[in-house]
């Protein structure tokens, strides 16, 4: 760690970034935020000390809510540390509810138990005396152990060396206890890649490498051990973390896909709001279509006005990326870390004709392909290239037509080139059967990254016209993804054709009270859901078959809920 260091260059632009994040948040946020992180350490406090008197029980652990014996913060701890805390303490999910051990069945008398925790020749579902025979043999002495750990450096090898499966949980439990020593990050890839930009120690342990993060950004940025600091250093730290893993200069160019509706634009909106502090010249959005040339992207002649006796007048003019090339590589450094980052999106790439779009320029985008400000390497020829460089002889104000131009004599060279700064973000619908416009020349030099359905939005993000948490908002978040499952696995259309989170978080505009009813979900589904899947329907199944199959489509979103009426 002693030996870690940012350039002053680096240091200013992470410092402008924090700044920037912070001014963000009202004072009155501030507060909240401060007032927040008290409650929820007075509820745990209540876990700890029953942890550490010895008088944790089962119940405490893994229960049902709602059932008269879950009355501790959150109703049991499972659950305080999965979603009571995660407004604050950020998301720290199981995997699997299984990987909790033990959790309590929707019957309320039996237990489900990890396989590998289970009596022999037991089936996985057991009863509440061998269940509790578990919990403390091996679930209650390691929460003791870790609430009872006050050095945060030794906390780190009881959490990870062990075989308990649920290990984000317990990350989120040594945050709550030492929270001024560890990131509200749970995952490994966050973190890793965080670790790997900004450590790369020996650290290999998730736990071990958010203390040694933490650490260094306390120094950094100045963090002090408050709340908010925390909090905020935190969501910063998440927020850069998932950005910069969007598109970086190993892989400038960057192809999102998926379903409709879960979150493309907005997720590239918001990562480069954040990254450029709202400087709207460092990036560019575009949306193809069929009719979108090669003239409109890199360059061509097109018509501009008309002439005194009537006649079209032509001019050969830049297009919208040959254009943001060109501003992109003003800001050249001498070297890669010094060069401020452009970032050109196209929404609905796979809609134009690419090849012809993007012509002899594709090779220039290719990272080692990219152009580095010189004089001599990663330069090309365009089609025009000649007619600029005549133009450029008869009247030198042209000159401002060359991407590049380099002179000799009276000789001059148009050159084209795609500046090592810019990063190149596609996105689209694979529902859309029109990505077969990517040819494998094109597919090769993207990077593809796949957004689905974020259930953990809809649970997170999903609230009551108020700002209220809905009462059943985890049993909702259910029903969606079985909506999906149907249609991906029964209906056999694949994951393509599954309905993002942003369908399903339309029921707050929906719902007249802070329980989302079986009448609420049957109006989505009217509204919203039911006219796209009849599309997608209609090129599988016959006009006569439609409505049955929409009808079982309905019953298989609305079934949760409706069994919990009863």
Same mark, same amino acid.
Request: with cysteine; hydrophobic share 35%; net charge negative.
């Given at each position: ?5 940012? &350039? ?11 700044? !920037?994040? /912070? ?11 401060? /007032? ?20 944790? +029980?089962?119940? *405490? ?8 014996? !879950? ?15 995660? &407004? ?8 699997? $509810? ?57 906390? =780190? ?7 308990? $499966? $649920? ?12 929270? +001024? ?8 890839? $966050? ?10 120690? #020996? ?8 203390? *040694? ?42 192809? @999102? ?26 990036? #560019? ?10 003239? %409109? ?64 320029? @594709? ?8 152009? %580095? ?25 042209? #000159? ?5 131009? =380099? ?6 060279? !148009? ?20 990505? %077969? ?18 259930? %953990? ?13 809905? &009462? ?10 079985? @909506? ?21 978080? /339309?029921? &707050?505009?929906?719902? !007249? ?8 979900? *049957? ?32 019953? *298989? ?10």
């Amino acid at each position: 760690m002693e030996n870690i260091s940012l &350039t002053s260059r680096r240091k200013e632009e992470l410092l402008t970034l924090w700044v !920037a994040f /912070k001014g963000r948040f009202s004072g009155d946020e501030m507060d909240g935020l401060t /007032k927040d992180s008290d409650e929820i350490k007075r509820q745990w406090s209540e876990y700890g000390n029953k942890s550490l008197d010895g008088t944790f +029980s089962l119940d *405490e652990y893994t229960n049902r809510i709602g059932r008269e014996n !879950a009355v501790m913060p959150g109703g049991y701890l499972c659950n305080f540390l999965e979603r009571t805390t995660r &407004t604050v303490y950020g998301s720290a999910k199981p995997g699997n $509810a299984n990987n909790y051990e033990v959790k309590l069945n929707d019957d309320g008398l039996t237990y489900t138990v990890r396989s590998e925790l289970k009596p022999k020749e037991k089936k996985n579902e057991i009863g509440e005396g061998e269940a509790n025979n578990i919990f403390e043999k091996e679930i209650k002495p390691l929460i003791k152990d870790i609430f009872s750990c006050e050095d945060s450096d030794k906390l =780190v090898p009881i959490v990870e060396n062990n075989s308990y $499966a $649920a290990k984000q949980v317990l990350r989120k439990l040594c945050a709550l206890i030492h929270p +001024s020593d560890f990131l509200y990050i749970y995952s490994d890839s $966050a973190i890793d890649a965080l670790h790997k930009e900004f450590i790369g120690s #020996e650290k290999t342990t998730n736990l071990g490498k958010s203390f *040694e993060i933490r650490s260094f950004f306390g120094e950094v940025f100045s963090v002090d051990s408050s709340p908010e600091e925390n909090i905020l250093l935190s969501r910063f730290l998440w927020k850069y973390a998932t950005t910069k893993g969007l598109a970086d200069k190993a892989t400038p160019n960057v192809i @999102l896909y998926g379903p409709p509706g879960t979150g493309k634009t907005f997720s590239v909106k918001s990562s480069l709001d954040f990254l450029c502090q709202g400087d709207r010249e460092r990036y #560019e959005f575009v949306q193809f279509h069929p009719s979108f040339t090669y003239e %409109d992207f890199i360059e061509g002649i097109k018509p501009k006005g008309v002439s005194a006796d009537g006649n079209i007048k032509f001019e050969l003019v830049d297009g919208i990326f040959k254009r943001f090339c060109k501003k992109a590589k003003l800001h050249l450094g001498e070297t890669e870390s010094e060069d401020k980052a452009f970032y050109f999106v196209v929404d609905e790439i796979n809609r134009a004709n690419l090849s012809s779009v993007f012509g002899e320029t @594709l090779l220039c985008l290719e990272k080692d392909y990219r152009h %580095d400000g010189g004089d001599k390497e990663n330069l090309i020829k365009t089609q025009y290239s000649s007619l600029i460089e005549d133009m450029i002889r008869e009247d030198s104000a042209n #000159e401002r037509l060359a991407y590049h131009l =380099v002179k000799n004599g009276e000789s001059c060279n !148009a050159y084209f080139g795609v500046p090592r700064n810019v990063y190149f973000i596609g996105m689209m619908n694979d529902v859309d059967k029109s990505i %077969d416009a990517f040819d494998l020349a094109l597919r090769r030099r993207f990077k593809w990254i796949r957004k689905d359905c974020d259930y %953990d939005v809809i649970e997170s993000h999903v609230k009551f016209r108020n700002g209220d948490d809905f &009462t059943n908002i985890d049993e909702y978040s259910r029903a969606c993804r079985k @909506l999906n499952k149907y249609i991906s696995d029964e209906l056999g259309m694949g994951a393509s054709y599954e309905f993002g989170h942003s369908f399903f978080m /339309k029921i &707050t505009d929906i719902a !007249a009270s802070k329980k989302i009813s079986v009448k609420n979900m *049957e109006e989505l589904f009217d509204l919203y859901l039911s006219p796209t899947l009849k599309e997608y329907l209609r090129a599988m199944f016959s006009e006569r078959e439609l409505g049955g199959r929409l009808g079982q489509a309905l019953e *298989e979103f609305v079934s949760l809920v409706k069994k919990g009426k009863k």
